[in-house]
C-alpha cells in the first residue's frame, strides 16, 4: 500500500507565477490534510478537504492560494503571483476519517517550494 | 485556543545519552497527543501517540506518558544513538471543529555523536 504521494518534491518559481502542489492520498484515505513549514519552524495547518469539499480553510491565506480535492485525482494546492514569502515546505496529511479514535495522519515527503 | 510548547533545541547528546524533550500544551476538552519525527529532507513520521490522560505512548525505544495533570507529554529515550539525529515536533489532535486537526509545536533538533 503506497504511502501519501507528493509531487513534484522541489518547486522553483520566480516571483508573480503560479506553483502547483499536488497530492495523493493514500489508498482508501478521503481527508486532506495542508500544512506549510517555514524554515526552522513547526508545520501550520492550512486547509482541511473532503472528496469534493473544503471543510476548513482557516490557515489558508485569503489572497492567491486555492486547494481542491476532486472525486477524481489528486489534491491541488495552488498557489498563484508566488512571492518570496511563499518560501516553504507543503506537507499534505491524508487520514481515513476526519475524526473519531482512529484519527492517525500519515504525510507525505513534501513538496519545497522555493521561490526566486 | 490550542496550542503546543516545546523546549528549544538544539540537544546535543553523546550516544548512549539519555534524551528528555519537553512538551507542555494548552488545549479545551481532551485532545490525542503525538510525536512526530522528521529527518533530514524528509516528512514527518509518527513516532507514538496517546489518547487519553495517563496512556503511554512508546515505539523504538521512545516514550511518552499523556499527563493531564500537568498538561504534559515529555518525550523520553534511555540510550540515544546517532541515527536518532533529527527533528521532533510534539503536537496535538484539535477536535473542536467537529474533525480532527494536528497542531504542531515549533520542532526539537537533536543530534547526536559518536
Known amino acids: 500500500n503506497a504511502g501519501v504521494m507528493q509531487n513534484p518534491r522541489h518547486l522553483v518559481r520566480r516571483r508573480g507565477q503560479e506553483a502547483r502542489l499536488r497530492c495523493s492520498p493514500m489508498k482508501g484515505h478521503s481527508h486532506v490534510y495542508w500544512y506549510r513549514q517555514l524554515p526552522e519552524e513547526g508545520l501550520k495547518f492550512m486547509v482541511y478537504?473532503?472528496?469534493?469539499?473544503?471543510?476548513?480553510e482557516s490557515g489558508m491565506p485569503k489572497e492567491r492560494f486555492s486547494a481542491e480535492f476532486p472525486k477524481e485525482g489528486p489534491s491541488i494546492l495552488r498557489i498563484q503571483q508566488v512571492v518570496r514569502g511563499d518560501s516553504a515546505a507543503y506537507f499534505c496529511?491524508?487520514?481515513?476519517?476526519?475524526?473519531?479514535?482512529?484519527?492517525?495522519?500519515?504525510f507525505g515527503p513534501g513538496t519545497r517550494l522555493t521561490v526566486l | 485556543g490550542n496550542s503546543v510548547t516545546q523546549m528549544e533545541g538544539p540537544v546535543t547528546l553523546s550516544e548512549e545519552a539519555f534524551l528528555t524533550i519537553n512538551c507542555t500544551y494548552t488545549a479545551t476538552g481532551y485532545p490525542s497527543l503525538f510525536w512526530y519525527v522528521q529527518y533530514p529532507g524528509e516528512g514527518l513520521q509518527l513516532l507514538l501517540k496517546?489518547?487519553?490522560?495517563?496512556d503511554k505512548g512508546s515505539n523504538k525505544g521512545f516514550e511518552a506518558t499523556y499527563r493531564k495533570e500537568t498538561t504534559s507529554f515529555h518525550l523520553e529515550k534511555g540510550s540515544v544513538q546517532v541515527s536518532d539525529s533529527a527533528v521532533y515536533f510534539c503536537a496535538l489532535s484539535d477536535t473542536s471543529g467537529g474533525y480532527n486537526k494536528l497542531i504542531f509545536g515549533a520542532g526539537t533538533r537533536l543530534a547526536v555523536h559518536p
Open positions: 496517546a489518547t487519553k490522560a495517563d
Open positions: 496529511a491524508s487520514s481515513p476519517r476526519g475524526s473519531g479514535s482512529y484519527n492517525e495522519q500519515f
Open positions: 478537504l473532503q472528496k469534493e469539499n473544503i471543510i476548513d
